[in-house]
């Protein structure tokens, strides 16, 4: 192994990161994800490039879930009422974050620990996940609030045909459509 090699592993680039649970047909651009073991995550994910997932307190994502680029999730948070020491001790509370089916997530979005996004949600760009998302909300802002929710009979509609995110259907030779506002 030469010297170039040997540099390249050590800096780990192109290394193949081994979530907790994979499953099939996910796409996943270059990212930094710490704690990858205690990251799941099933099928038809895509996960946008320059992701920040730090997933030491548990990260589950379930299928047909798509986050844009630059989102970060956070699993753990520091004791800041600390009588040790400032502004926070050595004690790490971990809080598992989980992101149900058919989920979209943003451009630039931050979720915090211990938040659960439910089914269908749909979450705006640089919106700030501070507390749970309901099923079918459309949240948004800093910290996201419900803006409204999508059309619960469309959405099992769609879901029951199993009509799931456009990666997964480009597959099937289905085209883009672009429509210009």
């Not at 990212?31 to 099933?42: E, L, P, R, T």
């Amino acid at each position: 192994m030469g010297l170039l090699q040997k540099l390249v592993n050590k800096l780990g680039i192109r290394k193949k990161v081994e979530f907790g649970g994979l499953g099939n047909g996910n796409i996943i651009k270059a990212g930094s994800f710490f704690g990858i073991k205690n990251i799941k995550i099933k099928s038809n994910v895509y996960i946008g490039q320059d992701s920040y997932w730090y997933g030491h307190g548990e990260i589950e994502i379930e299928n047909n879930v798509i986050f844009g680029p630059k989102t970060t999730i956070w699993t753990v948070n520091h004791n800041y009422d600390s009588e040790v020491a400032l502004p926070y001790d050595e004690v790490d509370y971990y809080k598992k974050v989980t992101i149900h089916d058919n989920v979209w997530i943003g451009f630039g979005v931050m979720i915090s620990p211990g938040v659960t996004i439910g089914e269908g949600a749909v979450i705006a760009m640089g919106s700030v996940v501070v507390k749970d998302v309901p099923a079918l909300a459309v949240v948004g802002g800093n910290p996201a609030k419900v803006l409204k929710e999508r059309d619960p009979l469309k959405y099992q509609a769609v879901k029951a045909k199993k009509d799931f995110h456009y990666l997964a259907r480009k597959r099937l030779g289905i085209q883009k459509k672009i429509i210009k506002a």
